[in-house]
């Protein structure tokens, strides 16, 4: 996709957001998922083209509030 492309896609109105909700939730199970990939329950540094990165600490110390604010939000146990 080119430059071009990118930002035309970014200014035409073309999909309609979803409700806030599924967002989140999606937004959650990707960082669920970057725990898991790290197999000692730190959370990956990111998503690279050889794969998933090694825990960060500091990834790590950031999402855990995230995480704590998920479950206060939505009463989600399956977070702790």
Request: net charge negative.
């Amino acid at each position: 996709m080119t430059l071009v492309e990118s930002a035309r896609d970014m200014l035409e109105s073309r999909h309609q957001a979803s409700e806030t909700g599924i967002h989140l939730q999606a937004a959650m199970e990707w960082l669920m998922l970057a725990q898991d990939q790290t197999g000692n329950g730190g959370v990956s540094a990111g998503f690279g083209r050889s794969g998933w990165r090694p825990d960060y600490p500091e990834t790590t110390g950031y999402t855990i509030p995230t995480f704590l604010n998920y479950r206060h939000l939505t009463s989600d146990g399956a977070l702790l």
